[in-house]
């Protein structure tokens, strides 16, 4: 039998486990309750894979109480797993990866939970081999179904701005490129890898980022949004006219962190309306000369049913007068003067096109060669005047008269414009004038022509007053010495034969006047019949194209991009080559204008020509190739284009020069 203290020393030891006891239940307690307090979800599985613990976020995750899944196999539950990619995963391989068969850690592990086919709960699931005797696997579960949803909106919005064909792109505040869509990288030629990260005034260079792009860029800083509509040279397209619209981009703290910027191509739409606003202009013109026209014949009509009893008279009484009556002068000047008014009236016909002409059909060049030697007794000896005729030219149906007078009075403009002596240029040729240049010259209407261009190295027309050139009574001379009908008469001769008339002038540098009459029997096909197809006219070779008239420029780039060649077009000697510095590539031909600001094409050629030995060249001009030679501009042949061209002739002729020696 136990001693009493024994007994004792045994129910205190009996207190102590009890004590003990109970503070292991507390704590087991307060950590069961931590457990369960976890957001996240916890489940704990035995070495076979049995689930012997979860808290309470692992059922409300997945969807299954306690009692139910604890001691139950993973493999046993009901609902499916879905992976990332929407394929469903059999239960056995998720056990295999709970389970970690292969005593490795599982982390950011993604899967979807299939309550039903419209309900996923998305999990992010992370597995760890436990050490605990009887314990296998502890796995957290977060749930990550509202950020799946945010990636699902975020990759929307990103196939949406992907597939938008206008430019977006993202820009912090120091102007530099973070973000771009496809259009943009399309739009801007380079890759996005290597566009990221570059500023916009490297991309686009110094000069059009602090004229144009920064003080918007600034302003939208500011907080509002900017809207505006420039022309920029872009390194792969050239030039274009382009809508930019900036909207400020603003962070979390709701501070502006840049800008998002908007970019839209409307240059056809640009050139559309500037080609429209050309046409219109040069209707009102036709209109405002049409409408002179009409009051000018009306008063021409009325002023010779006055003058013809006034000379009359005066002529009759002139013939009364005995020798030594002192009236005789007075009657004189009358008369002479009535004589003079009918000049003018006559002139004001032909510019009403009111007067009576005699048609017929005739060659152009034997007129002109008639006609010269009554020039060369008209114009000045320190004026060398120069005829060059096309010997192949078609017949024109005609008054002979009035074409003559057409030639005399451009060429006495043309002797004012030379005080000090100079060089008159009669040339013809034959024409073919397109659709594409009767929609940008209105009243033109396509075919083919006699083209007669009259041509001088005098001082050249500003450009204030060409548009006035024609109207009656403008002049530039001094009162004396001008009606200012010699241009208008022109003008209503030219009309009255079906034909049109255009000037090309260069201060300093001359005038051409260029005459454009309908063949008597239109031809103008190859020898099969047909108007050789622009598809036998394409290539693929790289061009550059340079001249200073936007519309000339524009529409030459347009028909050889259109038929195959990679085309890069500058406006200038300087932008020309600011263009070869940054292509790397091989260019076939030079397409240049010949008077140029600063460098003409001959220089231009030259310079290129020392870089790039093989270059071929074409040079282009509104003054026929006769007065180009003389300048020592160019050889006759096939590298010389006279402006205006058609689409074919350009072709043509970019083809024969490229195929040479080939």
């Given at each position: ?35 369960d ?9 035995d ?6 613990e ?6 409300r ?16 539950r ?26 490795r ?45 945010a ?14 064909p ?10 530099r ?59 792969r ?8 619209t ?9 501070q502006?962190?840049?800008v ?9 739409r640009?050139?559309?309306e ?26 021409a ?45 006559r ?16 060659d ?21 005047i ?18 003559e ?20 240029t ?13 929609r940008?010259h ?21 450009t ?33 034969h ?19 009459l ?11 019949g ?55 590539g ?13 460098m ?25 190739g ?14 010389f ?19 040479e020696?080939?």
């Amino acid at each position: 039998m136990p001693k009493k203290s024994e007994h004792k020393d045994l129910l205190n030891r009996i207190a102590n486990l009890e004590q003990q006891v109970a503070q292991f239940k507390s704590e087991a307690a307060k950590y069961r309750t931590l457990f369960d307090s976890f957001p996240h979800g916890i489940t704990v599985s035995d070495a076979q894979g049995n689930i012997i613990e979860t808290n309470a976020a692992a059922e409300r995750l997945l969807g299954v109480n306690k009692e139910e899944h604890e001691k139950r196999a993973i493999g046993g539950r009901e609902w499916r797993i879905i992976r990332p990619d929407g394929t469903e995963m059999p239960p056995g391989e998720w056990a295999s990866v709970i389970a970690l068969k292969e005593k490795r850690l599982v982390a950011d592990c993604e899967m979807g939970i299939a309550k039903s086919d419209d309900e996923v709960t998305w999990i992010n699931v992370t597995a760890a081999p436990l050490s605990l005797d009887g314990y296998g696997v502890v796995v957290t579960y977060s749930d990550i179904t509202e950020r799946k949803a945010a990636e699902q909106n975020l990759r929307i919005y990103q196939d949406i701005v992907s597939s938008t064909p206008e430019g977006v792109a993202f820009l912090d505040k120091n102007y530099r490129y973070i973000i771009v869509n496809d259009a943009y990288e399309n739009f801007s030629g380079v890759k996005r890898e290597k566009f990221i990260g570059l500023t916009v005034a490297e991309y686009l260079g110094e000069d059009i980022f602090k004229q144009q792009i920064k003080p918007n860029f600034d302003r939208c800083l500011e907080g509002g949004g900017v809207c505006f509509q420039e022309w920029f040279e872009y390194p792969r397209l050239g030039k274009r006219f382009v809508e930019v619209t900036y909207y400020p981009y603003k962070n979390a703290f709701n501070q502006i962190a840049g800008v998002v910027a908007n970019t839209r191509d409307i240059t056809e739409r640009k050139l559309a309306e500037e080609e429209k606003a050309q046409i219109e202009e040069q209707f009102r013109q036709v209109q405002r000369l049409e409408s002179v026209g009409r009051l000018a014949g009306g008063v021409a009509h009325d002023l010779n049913n006055l003058l013809t009893p006034i000379i009359g008279y005066g002529e009759m009484l002139l013939e009364d007068t005995v020798e030594g009556d002192s009236r005789s002068k007075s009657l004189e000047e009358i008369v002479n003067a009535g004589m003079r008014a009918k000049v003018l009236i006559r002139q004001l016909l032909a510019f009403s096109r009111k007067q009576k002409l005699e048609f017929s059909c005739f060659d152009l060049n034997v007129v002109l060669n008639e006609f010269k030697t009554l020039l060369r007794r008209t114009i000045r000896q320190d004026i060398v005047i120069h005829v060059a005729l096309d010997p192949s030219l078609p017949f024109i149906r005609g008054d002979v008269g009035q074409l003559e007078q057409v030639v005399m009075n451009l060429a006495v403009n043309a002797q004012d414009a030379m005080p000090n002596g100079g060089e008159l240029t009669l040339e013809t040729t034959m024409i073919e004038l397109d659709e594409t240049y009767a929609r940008q010259h209105k009243g033109v209407t396509p075919g083919n022509y006699v083209m007669l261009a009259v041509s001088d190295t005098g001082c050249g027309i500003d450009t204030k007053i060409r548009d006035r050139l024609f109207e009656p009574f403008f002049t530039t001379k001094a009162p004396d010495k001008g009606t200012g009908l010699g241009l208008a008469t022109v003008y209503g001769i030219v009309k009255q034969h079906g034909g049109n008339i255009w000037l090309y002038s260069e201060s300093g540098l001359g005038t051409t006047f260029k005459i454009y009459l309908p063949e008597s029997h239109r031809t103008g096909e190859s020898e099969n019949g047909e108007l050789i197809p622009f598809s036998d006219l394409c290539g693929s070779e790289s061009i550059l194209l340079v001249d200073d008239d936007e519309h000339v420029r524009t529409l030459a780039h347009t028909i050889l991009e259109q038929n195959g060649y990679t085309v890069f077009a500058a406006a200038n000697g300087k932008e020309a080559f600011d263009l070869l510095e940054r292509h790397d590539g091989r260019l076939h031909l030079l397409l240049t204008d010949v008077v140029m600001p600063e460098m003409d094409g001959k220089q231009l050629y030259e310079k290129i020509s020392a870089e790039i030995p093989k270059i071929r060249v074409i040079y282009m001009s509104g003054y026929t190739g006769n007065v180009i030679v003389r300048r020592g501009v160019t050889e006759p042949g096939p590298h010389f284009i006279q402006k205006p061209f058609s689409g074919n002739d350009l072709l043509a002729r970019v083809r024969t020069v490229l195929d040479e020696d080939r």
